[in-house]
């Protein structure tokens, strides 16, 4: 394309929110052949309500709210804030002042600790409690089970090495998101979902936007790793994403795709900027991408 073609499809693409750092990005966004898209934030509005608590012997539901929060108030996680804010509602102060954590940790990818009223506190996934040797029951088991088919992702909390409860989050699709992959598909383009969440609640929201192959339980590097298989297998890879996490695998990509209401380190790591946070401009990228490089052949 001449540079004047290159400054046209750029403007167009700023003018309806699709910013494009550079030629290459604009060159190679139509000759994308696979996309891997990030769940949470991503295909997900990346806001988790909680929407159930289960509790387990005899944990009373205000005293485990209030521990978990007092852990998670020390978290940025999507997951952290919906229960912080979930736990508030049992307080009388609309900004309640939770008891002090100590040796508060948080185990990228698995959840949080702390020492809370002299109680050790472990809040996250399965994989967490079973690092630290902690008996899962078979009623938490099962109750997994049940919250990860409804695609929400269950966060369990250990009191003293007793899971005393478990508090499920659910993060609706953002709209149109089944539409963005069906149109993709019809393009012949293959979507992949990648996401550090587990492998029940990923397949069911894969099976809701339909999206076939998945990865799950991913750590960062994974993803960029991902990306790189796939280009050795002759795929002409873009990514999309909004986390820290996703920041290598954008890197990676032959076309890096930020959400823009993403972190700062994704944005600043992606060649296009998605402003309206509509995932339907991944095709409208592709498709300026297409006529400006059309105009040349
Ligand atoms: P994602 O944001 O895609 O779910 P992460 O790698 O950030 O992936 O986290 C993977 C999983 O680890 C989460 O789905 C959640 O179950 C658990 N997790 C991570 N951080 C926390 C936290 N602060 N509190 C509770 N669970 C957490
Ligand atoms: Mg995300």
Known sequence: ATPTAMMVGTGVGASQGVLIKGGRALEFAHKVSCIVFDKTGTLTIGKPVVVNVKLMNTTVLEELLELTAATEVNSEHPVAKAIVEYAKQFKKE??????????????????????????????????????????????????????????????????????SGVVTVSDPLKPGTK??????????????????????????????????TIIAEAKPQQKAEEVKNLQTAGHTVAMVGDGINDS?????????????????????????????N????????????????????
């Open 94 to 163: 609309q900004n309640p002042l939770w008891p002090e954590a100590q040796e508060f940790i948080s185990i990228p990818g698995h959840g949080v600790e702390a020492i809370v009223k002299n109680k050790k506190i472990i809040v996250g996934n399965k994989s967490l409690m079973m690092n630290n040797d902690i008996e899962i029951p078979r009623e938490v088991e099962m109750f997994l089970v049940d919250a990860e088919g409804m695609a929400q992702t269950a966060v369990l909390v250990a009191i003293d090495r007793m899971v």
């Open 179 to 212: 539409e963005v992959i069906s149109i993709l598909k019809a393009m012949e383009v293959k979507s992949i979902m990648i996401t550090g969440d587990n492998w029940g609640t990923a397949n069911s929201i894969a099976k809701e936007v339909g999206i076939e």
């Open 248 to 276: 290598p695998a954008l890197v990676a990509a032959d076309v890096g795709m930020a959400i823009g209401a993403g972190t700062d380190i994704a944005i600043e790591a992606a060649d296009i900027v998605l402003m309206k």
């Open 278 to 297: 509509d995932l339907q401009d991944v095709i409208t990228a592709i498709h300026l991408s297409r006529k400006t490089f059309a105009k040349i052949r």
